[in-house]
């Protein structure tokens, strides 16, 4: 590529307390082979070792802050009013890069396709006991239902956060991403899957209390982007159901201990 083919890509790491992780995501970018890379690295006023790890790397990254916020969308949110990348990825704190080439693997086909709003591909989420392979195995029109794609391997065409807007940083904790996505899908927005494993990414694990709020969250998500009322009723009491059926199995699975 000569310099007038490679566009500047901005990635953006939000973090709290991430001593354990933060290392070996903020490797995975400097290791990158795209050499045009803005890393911004917004931190929530760790008290831990994660502002040393980061000082260590200072001098490969752009930009980093450290101070209260008001949650990860909220987090999200500062680094990409910071950033001033053709592209933008956030990569969280726990997550990291599948090999060295990711992001120029991403531009060849970005400078080809320069109109698509959001690339998407694959992730390798890492289980306790197995990794999974996660492929978008669903039509967009789900996204009216819920999160079919996975946001940790969203390259977003800065374009997009102009016409769409940002994250809902005041509404929603957990599911910002869901209603940024699916606001984008109800306004036509122009989503491109490529067929890479871009990022491989912790579980971290779903509380059933974290579920009813997702299932909360996701409902205000839909009615916010105004999908049908009946539609959006029938796909949350769905999602109850099933968790109250769940918790029941555990709790006979359990009993018989």
């Not at 290791?31 to 917004?42: D, L, R």
């Not at 980093?64 to 949650?71: A, H, K, N, T, V």
């Not at 690339?119 to 392979?133: E, N, P, W």
């Not at 039509?139 to 807007?165: C, I, Q, W």
Request: hydrophobic share 35%.
């Amino acid at each position: 590529m000569t310099n007038t083919e490679q566009p500047l890509v901005s990635i953006i790491t939000v973090c709290f307390n991430s001593q354990d992780t933060i290392e070996d995501t903020i490797l995975s970018v400097i290791n990158q082979t795209y050499e045009n890379i803005e890393y911004i690295i917004i931190d929530g006023g760790s008290t831990d070792g994660t502002i040393d790890i980061i000082k260590k790397y200072e001098g490969r990254i752009s930009k980093y802050i450290s101070e209260p916020d008001q949650g990860i969308y909220d987090a999200m949110n500062k680094g990409i009013n910071l950033s001033k990348g053709k592209l933008i990825h956030i990569l969280n704190s726990d997550d990291r890069y599948y090999n060295d080439k990711i992001v120029e693997s991403i531009i060849k086909v970005y400078l080809q396709n320069k109109n698509v709003d959001i690339f998407h591909g694959q992730i390798l989420k890492k289980y306790k006991r197995f990794d999974s392979i996660k492929k978008v195995k669903h039509p967009l029109a789900m996204l009216k239902k819920t999160m079919v794609l996975y946001h940790p391997s969203f390259f977003v065409n800065r374009k997009a956060y102009e016409r769409y807007g940002k994250f809902k940083s005041d509404v929603f904790k957990i599911s910002a991403d869901y209603e940024w996505t699916l606001r984008c899908y109800c306004n036509n927005a122009f989503f491109y899957s490529i067929d890479i494993l871009l990022v491989e990414m912790n579980d971290g694990g779903i509380s059933s209390n974290n579920m009813l709020n997702i299932i909360k969250e996701d409902y205000i998500a839909r009615k916010l982007n105004e999908i049908n009322y009946f539609y959006n009723m029938a796909f949350s009491i769905r999602r109850l159901l099933y968790l109250i059926l769940e918790k029941l199995r555990n709790v006979v699975v359990n009993g018989k201990r």
